[in-house]
């Protein structure tokens, strides 16, 4: 089995919290969201645990510091290809990485052992986690052919009214081999309107170069829930009171 690592975007400010405490460590049941995150990526099997993180980044280390974890810092908020471009040196070029988000408190080990599994027995050298949501507004969708073949990921602003009508959506959350992951890195532009570095372009990149890329989705679509606002805290924090 090769190595097994997890990267967990953890830079932003988190602006509609409306509090000077970065969003990531904004806490439920005393714990902070990016350690839910951390907790289910090493339930999964991974052995190496990097975040990326920017804003009011030393209350985050110190926060965070548990369990033998790295950190790196992205200086620019210049989208999330640039923040795993900033952690090249972790991803290397050996194993898979799975790439997450510190506010999503509800994704779980079982969920993310499942990705690593199809990834794996797929042949993948990316696999998108996605879901299927009723009212899929806002999200990026997965577009797959007839034959439901993954054709790419597309962003809610720039899909065409049919790619709109799509129900299953990009968490957000990734498995990449790490090797294929550092050459598309080198490769993303970011000539789009905000002038940043978009994650998944590297699905493209990969295609492009005829490598194996597909999506995973999981079964229940709560896990993809990101805290952006107090009323997701309280709705995130209900879930897993629920699970419990």
Request: with cysteine; aromatic share 6%; net charge negative.
């Amino acid at each position: 089995m090769s190595e097994l690592k997890a990267l967990i975007l953890a830079a932003g400010k988190g602006t509609r919290m409306k509090s000077d405490l970065p969003k990531v460590l904004h806490t439920i049941e005393g714990k902070p969201l990016a350690s839910y995150v951390k907790e289910a990526a090493a339930g999964a099997g991974a052995g190496k645990i990097c975040y990326v993180v920017g804003y009011k980044h030393e209350q985050v280390r110190q926060a965070l510091q548990e369990g033998g974890v790295t950190f790196v810092l992205q200086e620019q908020q210049l989208g999330t290809g640039h923040a795993v471009k900033c952690a090249k040196d972790f991803i290397g070029t050996d194993g898979d990485v799975f790439v997450l988000c510190g506010d999503t408190p509800l994704v779980t080990a079982g969920t993310l052992e499942k990705l690593a599994r199809y990834h794996r027995e797929n042949g993948d050298k990316a696999t998108v986690l996605s879901a299927m949501l009723q009212d899929p507004a806002g999200y990026g969708r997965i577009i797959r052919d007839k034959g439901g073949n993954f054709v790419k990921s597309v962003e809610d602003k720039d899909a065409t009214e049919e790619e709109r009508a799509s129900h299953e959506v990009n968490s957000g959350m990734y498995l990449f081999d790490c090797k294929a992951l550092s050459g598309a890195l080198d490769l993303l532009r970011n000539d789009n309107a905000q002038g940043e570095y978009y994650l998944p372009d590297t699905l493209m990149i990969l295609m492009g170069q005829g490598d194996q890329v597909s999506a995973c989705c999981m079964d229940d679509a709560r896990e993809l829930l990101g805290v952006n606002t107090r009323e997701q805290l309280e709705r995130a924090a209900k879930i897993l009171e629920e699970r419990r």
